[in-house]
């Protein structure tokens, strides 16, 4: 079979599942169609479809019929389109289509013979039924002109019925209207009673009330008087209070400042001394350099020298005692010690006396430091002779002592200075303290002022506002004079806490004084134990005259040298 020629722009294509069944459904209602009306108008196939194309150049198109599209039949588009425009397949559409047509028309023949098997019954059905119809038409015909002639019946009566009613409904009706007219004159009079005995109630409640509020007010306004008073009492005991208190922080502040200035001239008493024992080590050095032998006249010449160096030693040291002897070079003598307080700060600080180093037998620290020296320059120059290499051991291990020492009063120092400190801290806080006394004593004063303005101003308002002028000025009085007490009690306690810090800084003071002394007085003890240990071996020696002559210089040196030990370390205290 040839190809088959397709005009214009269909052009067969594949067909979906879904859209073959569609064909397939169509294709049953047209040949349901043809059965009715003798003619086939359209039949499509499930396994192909036309597609439009706008190319309109694609006029003709050659398919072959062996195609899938062409297995059961195609059809050629032509110009116009008509139902005869159709060539079927003589291979598959035909048997197909005669064999759904068989099953329709058998399906077709065995429901016409149902039909006319129950021919029979369903008339007589239907004639029953059209007998039960007619019947029951008529009842209700007859049910109705029943109904028509009751009504009608009803209707005359309630005509004749109906004035009547509407009389008595008229008269019911305004009877009723009077009733409820009765009632709420009654309700109201009832509830206006009600209410005149409970307003006269409250009112004579109130009355009662008001008379004893007034009666309180008045107690109340007595007390507020006699509080008042007593506040004014207190307000001038306080400020009584701080004028002594910055009398007494004045004169704490002249006190110290007073023992500053002592401990400035102690200072320079020591720096005096220390100068005339380097002038008087020279001295002993250069006579023990220029002296060959001891004599008669020497030994004169030295007591005579003596006395008068114990002379000039007490004119020097006479200011120090007036002073106080205080020690000099102390962990406390520092140049930043020694600034006095400014006198804003009028707190009552405990009574102290000035810390006073004595040796064994109650002399000043300065003075024996003097007199030991003096003692040991006069021994070396009567002696005249310096120990050995045991001397230089023991001189080390005194000088290590020495040093260690030091170290300590180095400690102490430091530990001296934090006490400072505190001090300066336990100052800041007095001094804020004394500025809360004076804001409270301000707010004193301007309630004071507040009271006065309050008695002027009551004098000419009526007596129930002044009432309650003066019950607010008194509770707003109590409450002010409640947070006054609590200030005060805070600004004591603090006070109190203050004076305690200040009585631990004075006795860890006292401590270190102790400790310092005990200190020096081993350091005493050690200098008397060297040089009684010198003072034997240089006497125990002979031949001095000899030593001397042979080699004046070699004793000469060691005494240099101690003598620098000694003075380096009075330098470091």
């Not at 200035?261 to 350099?289: A, D, P």
């Not at 600034?339 to 064994?360: D, H, K």
């Not at 801290?425 to 303005?453: W, Y």
């Not at 002394?517 to 001095?544: F, G, N």
């Amino acid at each position: 079979m040839g190809n088959i020629l397709k005009e214009g722009k269909w052009v067969p294509h594949q067909l979906n599942e879904r859209q073959m069944e569609n064909r397939k459904v169509i294709s049953k209602m047209l040949l349901q169609r043809h059965e009715r009306k003798s003619f086939l108008h359209r039949i499509v196939t499930g396994d192909e479809k036309w597609i439009y194309f706008e190319n309109p150049k694609r006029t003709k198109s050659w398919v072959d019929p062996d195609d899938w599209a062409y297995r059961r039949f195609s059809w050629v588009k032509k110009s116009s389109y008509t139902p005869e425009n159709m060539h079927y397949d003589k291979v598959n559409l035909l048997p197909h289509t005669l064999q759904e047509f068989s099953e329709l028309y058998r399906r077709l023949r065995e429901e016409t013979g149902w039909w006319k098997e129950n021919r029979s019954g369903l008339l007589l059905g239907v004639r029953f039924l059209s007998d039960k119809d007619r019947e029951r038409k008529v009842g209700e015909r007859e049910a109705s002109t029943e109904r028509e002639t009751s009504m009608g019946r009803l209707t005359l009566q309630n005509k004749w019925l109906g004035s009547p009613l509407l009389a008595g409904s008229e008269v019911e009706r305004r009877l009723s209207l009077q009733v409820h007219a009765l009632r709420e004159d009654f309700r109201e009079k009832n509830s206006s009673t009600n209410q005149h005995i409970l307003r006269l109630e409250s009112l004579q409640a109130e009355i009662k009330m008001l008379s004893d509020r007034k009666r309180e007010l008045e107690h109340r306004l007595s007390a507020t008087l006699q509080e008042n008073d007593l506040l004014q009492g207190t307000v001038e005991e306080l400020q009584d209070r701080v004028l002594i208190l910055e009398r007494q922080g004045h004169d704490k502040d002249l006190q110290l400042h007073q023992s500053q200035l002592e401990l400035q001239e102690v200072r320079l008493s020591c720096r005096q001394l220390q100068g005339k024992v380097e002038e008087l080590t020279e001295e002993r050095s250069l006579q023990s350099s220029a002296a060959t032998s001891t004599s008669l006249l020497s030994e004169i010449e030295q007591s005579m020298e003596a006395e008068e160096l114990e002379q000039e030693r007490e004119q020097v040291l006479l200011p120090t005692r007036h002073s106080g002897t205080w020690v000099p070079g102390g962990p406390w003598a520092g140049p930043d010690f020694g600034t006095p307080p400014s006198p804003c700060c009028p707190v009552p600080l405990p009574q102290r006396e000035p810390v006073r180093v004595a040796g064994p037998a109650g002399q000043s620290l300065v003075e024996m430091l003097v007199h030991y020296e003096l003692k040991r320059l006069i021994q070396s120059i009567v002696d005249g002779v310096e120990p050995t290499s045991s001397r230089r051991i023991e001189d080390d291990s005194l000088e290590e002592q020495i040093r260690q020492t030091s170290e300590d009063s180095r400690a102490l120092r430091e530990l001296m200075e934090g006490e400072r400190g505190k001090l300066r801290q336990s100052l800041e806080e007095l001094q804020r303290l004394h500025s809360q006394v004076t804001l409270l004593s301000v707010e004193m004063t301007a309630l004071k002022e507040e009271r006065d303005r309050l008695r002027v101003t009551s004098e000419d308002k009526e007596p129930k506002e002044q009432l309650q002028k003066a019950v607010r000025d008194r509770d707003e009085a109590i409450a002010k004079k409640n947070a006054v007490e609590l200030e005060l009690a805070k600004c004591k306690m603090d006070m109190m806490s203050l004076n305690s810090q200040l009585l631990d800084a004075i006795q860890q003071k006292l401590n270190l004084s102790q400790q310092l002394e005990a200190w020096q007085d081993d350091m005493h003890r050690v200098i008397d134990r060297q040089l009684m240990d010198t003072h034997l071996k240089e006497r125990s020696r002979p031949a001095v005259a000899l030593s001397r002559a042979r080699g004046p210089g070699r004793g000469v040196e060691p005494s240099t040298a101690e003598g620098k030990r000694l003075f380096s370390f009075f330098r470091k205290i």
